[in-house]
């Protein structure tokens, strides 16, 4: 097991969202127990506060974007925090906080990366596939485009981050429980070539081989960077997030996924991200959550032999 010291990034935003309420993420996820559940896992944990950035104007979209100018500012913040974390030797944890937060997060670890020479994959847990442009966003909310915006395919300001443009290729990606995809996005997912595990393909192959393919191929140095967030999970599991999408996996689909990660040993950062507390049923969300963050740490039932084959 690995002893890299876990930092914890409070994010508390809902500029990139469609519903307000992602801003109280950071403190549900600590009165969940995220921090005590971590250091069960064995790790030194540094709970690092909230970062501060501007407030949500709320304000309708300009040129197919909302709130474009809050977004950069706290995805610079992240971009930073994250940064440090890594040059620590830290895994960092980016509590959101809404899915553009990614961005930043993202960036930092391609950066990290790419000045280290190791490979980067990143697992994409999420119900859409945020593969968004403000050409065929019907909202211009941002966290439903910071896949597009990593693969190169959004405004300078977010695809520039990393210092190189796209910050990811495709093929980096794997996405896992998708099962929202609006109309033009589709087109794009497919001529872009990422690699998507939709609820379907996990219906038909079981959460375990889909896992198993998602996790193929990897170096032994290979930085894994997960991206949760909480909408991956079924609403039954997690009502608690502000674009429900009925059908995702349940809570042992969703925990054997995590354990499947675990058992890689190579998670080297992660966001966890959209959880609503406006929206949730007496934190219910945030427990199932930090619950399956311990599982991302390598907390199993049992003592387990290493896989066979
Ligand atoms: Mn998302």
């Known amino acids: 097991m690995s002893h890299t010291d876990v930092s914890l990034i409070g994010a508390p935003t809902d500029v990139g969202a469609s519903a307000r309420g992602a801003s109280m993420g950071p403190e549900a996820l600590r009165v969940a127990g995220l921090v005590e559940r971590l250091r069960g896992c064995g790790r030194q944990v540094h709970d690092r506060g909230n970062l501060s950035g501007p407030p949500n104007p709320w304000l309708p979209p300009r040129q197919g974007y909302r709130h474009l100018d ?5 995805n610079a913040l992240i971009y930073q925090a994250v940064s440090a974390e890594l040059q620590a030797g830290c895994l960092p ?9 990614a961005v930043g997060s993202i960036s930092a670890v391609a950066r990290h990366c790419r000045d280290n020479g190791r490979p980067l994959r990143v697992l994409w847990l ?17 966290h439903g485009m ?27 990606v794997r996405q896992v429980g998708i099962r929202s995809v ?7 997912v497919h001529e872009a070539g990422l ?7 996990i219906d038909e192959a079981g959460m375990r081989a889909t896992m198993q393919a998602a996790l193929a191929g990897m170096a032994p140095d290979t930085h894994l960077h997960v991206s ?16 429900t999408v009925p059908g995702g996996p349940g809570y042992r689909e969703a925990q054997l996924c995590m354990e499947m990660i675990a058992d890689t040993g190579r998670l080297a950062s992660l966001d966890i991200v959209e959880l609503n507390p406006a929206l949730d049923v007496r934190n219910r969300s945030a427990i199932a959550a930090a619950e399956l963050v311990e599982s991302l740490f390598g907390k199993s039932t049992l003592i387990r032999r290493p896989a066979q084959g």
């Open 146 to 172: 910071p896949v597009a915006c990593l693969c190169g395919d959004g405004p300078e300001a977010l695809t520039r981050m990393a210092g190189f443009v796209p910050a990811l290729l495709p093929d980096q």
């Open 228 to 243: 949760f967030d909480v909408d991956f999970l079924d609403p039954d599991v997690a009502p608690g997030v502000g674009t």
């Open 126 to 142: 999420d119900a859409h596939a945020d593969f968004n442009t403000n050409a065929l966003t019907p909202t211009g909310n941002l």
């Open 93 to 101: 944890v980016l509590l959101g906080g809404d899915h553009c937060l």
């Open 182 to 188: 609006d109309e033009g996005e589709r087109q794009r």
């Open 195 to 201: 690699e998507v595990y939709d609820m379907r393909y």
């Open 70 to 74: 809050e977004v950069v500012a706290w």
